[in-house]
Each structure stands twice: as structure tokens, then as C-alpha cells.
């Protein structure tokens, strides 16, 4: 699977064809290509490569002896979460949600909260599972707690993961202060802080916050002088989490970080590929966010 992956100079060569069209006839000899001969618009070619990779990780959970069931359903927190924040707009009067990820046995909760008839009644059903208080809030504190959760519990399953953990909370802690500009909600502060310490709650700007972290999770913020440059540092933690999992994938022995290496790559890969697009559909000639992740 990994080996079928576009890659970062292809990903770089798509983003700058002219349309969408043509970024999608140069995928056509990819692992996406089956799921993107359907799409129609961005929007839902995004959406393609993202089931792909979901599929991706049913085959692995297939593949995987029952003691490894644990990681693929961790990483599969991601689709989890985007059918529980659609779930949660549209019964706050937002948009119908979408067709939801199919999950299939890689499900943490959903066949449970799926039903769930208010936005109270979806925070109780999830603070019965595995996802824990994660507040009825708005739509962004909810996707904040369901991340940091999401995050923690993947570091738990795979304690390599523990840095990209790390270096995803910065960035969500450093958006909601600099950017929103907001105080994280109870159910965000909570879940930050085993990863982040408390002495970053004040912090109004990158360079407090980044004084503010713990000493090895200061890098994430290194070079980056205002909230405008955010982007960069999660196009560099990206690429970080792809170099790991080279690195893992690579390991001379096969077993639970081979397949997280896997994991790593392939969804980095399909973050490539998303961006990649949406320069292509915007005809922007290339992407600054590949770019930085070179």
C-alpha cells in the first residue's frame, strides 16, 4: 500500500496542472483513482481520498492479528470524528450531515451516538464511551476535545506516536489562543493538559505560548513569528510524521510500528494529495503547504 502512494513530487507536480480535471486524470493510476472516477467537484474528490485511505485501514485491521485490531481502530478516530461533528451541526439546525465514513468494526462509538436526537444527547451518549467528556459546545470546541482524545488515545496505542501527539495539541492550543483569539473550552483545557502542562493557558501570542510549552514540544513553533505562519508549522509537523513513519515502515522487524509507519505514510500521502488538488481546482500553479512539507 505504502509503495502505491503518490508521493511528495507528484503530489507538487498535480497541485500545479491548470484544473481539477487534470489533476484527477493524474491520478488515474493511482490508489485513489477507483474513488475519484466518481467525484464530482473538490469538494467530493477530497472526500474520495479519504475513503481511500479509510479503506486502506480496514484492509490492514483485516490483516492484522486481533492484538493489532487496537491501532487500526485508533487511527480510524479521524473518520469517527468528522461523523460525529456532522452529526453534531446538523442537530444544532446546520446542514444535513453527509453520508457518514463507514467504519465497520473499526467503530469506537458510532453505531451508538448515531442516533442520538439533540446535541445533549449526543454529549451524553459519547461521555459513555470510549471518547469520554468531550462537552456539547459549539462546533469547534466539540472537534477540539474529539482531536486532543483522538490524539491521546492513538499516543496510547502507539507510543511512537506520542510526538505527533504532541506537536498536533501545540497547534490546536496555539490556534484557539492566537487565532480565535478564545480561552480553550473546560472539556479542551482538560484533555490538553497531561500533554501540555498548565502554564500555556494565558499566552496571547506564538512567543509566550512557545516559551510557555514544555521544552521538547518548543520546536513545533520554531521560526514561526505570528499566527498568519501557523500553517507552516503544520505543514512541517505533517512531513515530520511522514519522516517517522518512513522510518518505522523501514524497521527490521515486523510487527505493531511497521504497520503505524504505514499508517503514518498513508495519511500523509492523502494529505498531500488533498492539497494537491486544491491547488490544481484553484489553478494556483503550485502549493505554498507542499512546499513547506518538501
Known amino acids: 500500500m505504502a509503495q502505491r502512494r503518490v508521493g511528495a513530487g507528484a503530489s507538487r507536480t498535480t497541485a500545479a496542472l491548470p484544473t481539477l480535471d487534470r489533476a484527477l486524470s493524474a491520478l488515474q493510476e493511482s490508489s485513489y483513482a477507483e474513488r475519484l472516477g466518481a467525484a464530482a ?15 486502506q485501514l480496514r484492509v490492514l485491521a483485516g490483516w492484522l492479528p486481533a492484538s493489532g485490531t487496537a491501532l487500526a481502530r485508533a487511527a480510524a478516530g479521524a473518520f469517527e470524528i468528522e461523523n460525529i461533528t456532522a452529526l453534531a451541526h446538523q442537530l444544532g439546525g446546520g446542514a444535513k450531515a453527509p453520508e457518514p ?33 468531550v462537552g456539547a459546545a459549539g462546533q469547534g470546541p466539540l472537534r477540539d476535545a474529539l482531536t486532543v482524545a483522538w490524539l491521546r488515545r492513538l499516543a496510547a496505542a ?3 506516536a506520542q510526538p ?4 498536533a495539541c501545540v497547534l490546536i492550543a496555539a490556534r484557539i489562543l492566537t487565532v480565535d483569539a478564545e480561552s480553550p473550552a473546560p472539556p479542551v483545557l482538560h484533555l490538553l493538559h497531561p500533554v ?3 502554564s500555556w493557558e494565558t499566552a496571547r501570542t506564538i512567543a509566550e505560548l512557545s516559551s510557555a510549552l514544555p521544552p521538547p514540544l518548543r520546536t513545533v513553533l520554531e521560526g514561526i513569528a505570528s499566527p498568519k505562519e501557523l500553517w507552516r508549522a503544520e505543514a ?3 512531513a515530520g510524521v511522514e519522516k517517522d513513519g518512513f522510518r518505522l515502515l523501514h524497521g527490521s522487524m515486523p510487527g505493531p ?32 503547504v507542499l512546499d513547506e512539507a518538501a
Not at 467537484?41 to 479503506?55: P, S
Open 257 to 288: 510500528d511497521v504497520v503505524l509507519g504505514a499508517i503514518a505514510v498513508l495519511s500523509v500521502d492523502a494529505w498531500r494529495v488533498r492539497a494537491a488538488l486544491a491547488a490544481a481546482a484553484a489553478g494556483a500553479g503550485s502549493s505554498e
Open 236 to 238: 512541517r509537523a505533517r
Open 164 to 167: 505527533w501527539c504532541g506537536a
Open 41 to 55: 467537484g473538490l469538494a467530493a474528490a477530497q472526500r474520495a481520498v479519504q475513503e481511500t485511505v479509510l479503506w
Open 101 to 133: 465514513y463507514r467504519l465497520g468494526a473499526l467503530a469506537t462509538a458510532w453505531p451508538r451516538v448515531r442516533s442520538a436526537g439533540s446535541p445533549e444527547d449526543l454529549a451524553i451518549t459519547l461521555r459513555a464511551t470510549a471518547w469520554g467528556d
Open 196 to 198: 501540555l502542562g498548565r
Open 158 to 160: 502507539a507510543p511512537p
